[in-house]
C-alpha cells in the first residue's frame, strides 16, 4: 500500500498545526510528523482526494489570512515512511507512570509501565497530547476485574496499558486496516491478552465497565450514543481527540446519553474527559 505525503509549511506554526491536523484527518489523514515550520501528513493513496485537500486549505485561508501556507505532495512506499519514522522517533515517558518506546529504546526503571510499541503508521506513541492526557488518567482507574473497550486503538498502547493495569478483558478496534495489524503486533510483543478488532461502533454487542475513545470530534458525536448504551451503570468513559472549545458540544452530548462529566484536563489546547455513566 502506498501513501501520499504532504509536507505543509506555515509562516506561524502556534496552534495552526494542530488545526490543520485536525482538518487533515477528517479528510483520510491519520499520521503527522512535526517538522520546524509545519508538519508531514501522511494518507493511504486511494483516500487521497485532491479536491478535498484544495477545499479544505482554501477554507483555512480564508479563515486566517494572516498564515502562509504552502504545501508539497509525494507519493511513498509504506517501507520508507516506516524508515523515517523510526529514525526520528523519541521514547516518551508519562509523568513517573508509563514509558513508551520502540524497541531500540532500552526499558527503564522506576517507572510502573514500559510498553514496547512500534509505531509505523499508527497513531498513538503518547507523543500526542490526547494520548498522553489518555495514559494519565488511567494511572487513577482502577481496572481488576473490569471489562474494557478501546475504540480507535492506533497502535494500541491504551489497550495494552489497560491490560497491563489488571483489566479483565480488554477488547481494541480500529477502523483502519493497518492501525489493526500494527496494534496486533504491539499486543504480541507486551505479552498481552488483548482482543484486537478491525470495526468501529456499529459492531458492538457487550458492555464494559470501561470505555475508551480517542478518536476526533465529530465521530465522537457521532458514536456517542452507542458507546454509552454498551456502558455499564457506573461505568466509566475517557474522551479524547478534540479541542478545548469543543468541549461543551461533547458534554451536551454525553450527558443526552446519561453520561455526567466528572474530569476534564487540558494539555497544549487538546483535551480529555472523563465521563460517569447515570443510573
Ligand atoms: C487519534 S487516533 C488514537 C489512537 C490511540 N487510541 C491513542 O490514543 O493514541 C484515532 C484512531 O481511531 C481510528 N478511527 C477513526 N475513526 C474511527 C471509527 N469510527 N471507529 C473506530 N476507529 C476509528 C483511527 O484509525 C485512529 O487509529
Redesign the pocket.
Known amino acids: 500500500m502506498n501513501y501520499i505525503e504532504l509536507e505543509l509549511s506555515l509562516s506561524s506554526v502556534d496552534i495552526y498545526s494542530d488545526i490543520l491536523q485536525s482538518d487533515l484527518?477528517d479528510i483520510g489523514f491519520?499520521s503527522f510528523l512535526d517538522k520546524k515550520d509545519g508538519f508531514f501528513a501522511y494518507c493511504q493513496k486511494e483516500i487521497f482526494n485532491q479536491e478535498d485537500l484544495d477545499f479544505l486549505l482554501n477554507a483555512f485561508r480564508e479563515n486566517n489570512p494572516s498564515v502562509n501556507v504552502s504545501y508539497d505532495i509525494k507519493e511513498i512506499e509504506q517501507q520508507d515512511w516506516n524508515m523515517e519514522w523510526e529514525k526520528s522517533y523519541e521514547a516518551v515517558l508519562v509523568d513517573d507512570f508509563c514509558y513508551i518506546r520502540a524497541s531500540f529504546h532500552p526499558p527503564i526503571k522506576n517507572v510502573e509501565y514500559n510498553i514496547e510499541i512500534s509505531p509505523k503508521m499508527?497513531?498513538?506513541?503518547?507523543h500526542?497530547p490526547?494520548?498522553y492526557q489518555?495514559?494519565q488518567l488511567l494511572r487513577n482507574e482502577p481496572l481488576e476485574g473490569k471489562d474494557v473497550m478501546?475504540?480507535?486503538?492506533?497502535?494500541?498502547?491504551?489497550?495494552i496499558l489497560c491490560k497491563l493495569k489488571g483489566a479483565m478483558s480488554v477488547d481494541?478496534?480500529?477502523?483502519?486496516e493497518?492501525?489493526y495489524e500494527n496494534a496486533k503486533e504491539n499486543v504480541m510483543k507486551n505479552n498481552v491478552e488483548v482482543d484486537v478488532k478491525l470495526?468501529?461502533?456499529s459492531g458492538l454487542s457487550k458492555s464494559y465497565d470501561l470505555f475508551?475513545?480517542?478518536?476526533?470530534r465529530n465521530?465522537l458525536l457521532?458514536?456517542m450514543a452507542t458507546y454509552s448504551k454498551h456502558l455499564r451503570i457506573g461505568g466509566t468513559l475517557l474522551l479524547?481527540?478534540f479541542y478545548d472549545n469543543d468541549v461543551e458540544i461533547l458534554e451536551k452530548c454525553a450527558n443526552e446519553n446519561n453520561l455526567h462529566l466528572v474530569t476534564h484536563i487540558s494539555k497544549e489546547n487538546w483535551t480529555a474527559l472523563r465521563f460517569i455513566k447515570k443510573q
Open positions: 484527518c491519520e499508527s497513531f498513538g506513541t503518547a500526542h490526547t494520548t489518555i495514559i478501546d475504540m480507535g486503538t492506533g497502535t494500541g498502547v491504551l489497550a481494541a478496534w480500529d477502523n483502519d493497518w492501525a470495526g468501529d461502533a475508551i475513545a480517542n478518536i476526533n465521530i457521532q458514536d479524547s481527540g
